[in-house]
Structures are given as C-alpha cells and as structure tokens.
C-alpha cells in the first residue's frame, strides 16, 4: 500500500525534551516537506528537502532540524528551541517540484 | 514574496445552494494555483490546480490574473462537500516550495 506514514500519530513530551517525528514514503518520490498546521494559521513550511543529503529551510524553521539520509525517510527534530512546540504536523512528499503533494495523516505533538 | 489570502475562516451555506471559497494571492511571477481538501478524519488531498482547467467533484476554479484570483465554485453544494478548503500557490521556476492559505471550512446543512 502506497503512501505516506507518519509515526506517532500522538506524542506527549515534557518541556525541554527534544522529539522526533517520523515520516516514511515509498511512492518514490524525491522531494520531501514538512508542515505545520495550527488553527486560524493554515499550514506553514519547517522544512523541505528536493533530494537525498538535501534540505532547505522552510518559513518557520527556528527550534526544528530534519535530515535526509534516505530517500524514503525525512524525520524532523523537534528541539527544546522551540517556543510553541504544541500543534498538529503534517509530511509530504512529490514527484519533484510539482505541486501535487501527498500527505501523511499527521502527528499531533503536545508539550506539558 | 508569495502570499495566499482567504478571507473567509468559515462558510456556511444550505445543501443546493451556490458555493464560492475565495482564493487572492499575490507573488511577481507567473504563479500555478492549487485546491486542497480536507475531509473529516482523511489526508489532505489535492482537489484540483488551475493548469488542469478540470471540473472535480462538481468544483471548478478559474485562475483570473487581473484581479490575482482563484476562487473555488460549485452550483449546488452537497453534504459531502462539508471539509476544509486550502488554496495554495507555487511559482513555475524550477523547484518552487507550495504556499497555503489559512483555510476556510465549508459546512454545508441539509
């Protein structure tokens, strides 16, 4: 089954702890995002990556890192540099640079 | 700097009824336009793009240049078509990371 999946779908974590958010495609595609999704804000860009060893950073990279080691996997760092860590975060991926991009069901991260 | 604007957050309208999500956005060069959807506990998924000049689930959306818009209409709205609704604009050069609106949520009643 072809897709995009993201793991946890929910993950509680203490203030000052770092989290890491998985991401996983096989469509083959070489291009990778991350996004996140707070009400009233839409979706705002933290990372992408158009190839292997690859990334740039989004909008509202500050408090995030990512890396891209493989094809299949884009997983981003949620850092204690973060100020407002709490929200819903979405992966993607396309076929290049095309604008049709596939997302995954999300991870919804909340800081206590 | 690529901008997309919907001024609406919420629109709600009668089942038959006419549905228009508006879309402005600015950006220098010669954008390519996108509609999103988001159903109710589904993914995000692409509704249609401006370059495809297709009619989907009864949607369409015209890129209009003058006024940098690319509003989303349906004559007759459905339940179904209860979701949230992101416009999202790219630039044709190279790669071009995709830019969203805030969304606007449709909530069509019978």
């Known amino acids: 089954d072809g897709g995009i999946t993201q793991s946890p779908k929910y993950l509680f974590r203490k203030e000052g702890q770092n989290v890491t958010l998985s991401c996983e495609q096989n469509?083959?595609?070489?291009?990778m995002y991350w996004y996140r999704q707070d009400p009233g804000q839409g979706l705002r860009l933290i990372y992408y990556?158009?190839?292997?060893?690859?990334?740039q950073k989004g909008d509202i990279a500050e408090g995030y890192s990512v890396s891209r080691e493989k094809k299949e996997s884009f997983p981003l760092t949620v850092t204690s540099a973060q100020k407002n860590p709490t929200a819903f975060y979405l992966c993607?991926?396309?076929?290049?640079?095309?604008?049709?991009?596939?997302f995954g069901e999300g991870s919804r991260l909340t800081v206590l | 700097a690529q901008r997309v604007t919907q001024p609406e957050k919420l629109l709600s309208v009668f089942k038959g009824a006419p549905v228009e999500l508006k879309c402005n956005y600015s950006?220098?060069?010669?954008?390519?336009l996108f509609w999103y959807v988001q159903y109710s506990r589904q993914r995000l998924q692409l509704l249609l793009r401006h370059i495809s000049r297709e009619s989907i689930k009864g949607f369409t959306a015209d890129l209009n240049k003058g006024e940098t818009s690319f509003h989303l209409k349906k004559p007759f709205a459905q339940e179904e078509d209860s979701a949230m609704y992101y416009c999202?604009?790219?630039?044709?050069?190279?790669?071009?990371?995709?830019?969203f609106g805030t969304g606007t949520r449709l909530l069509v009643s019978p």
């Open positions: 999202a604009l790219r630039g044709y050069t190279g790669f071009q990371k995709l830019v």
């Open positions: 993607a991926s396309s076929r290049g640079g095309t604008g049709e991009l596939f």
């Open positions: 950006y220098s060069g010669s954008p390519e």
């Open positions: 990556s158009q190839i292997v060893n690859d990334f």
């Open positions: 469509l083959n595609h070489d291009a």
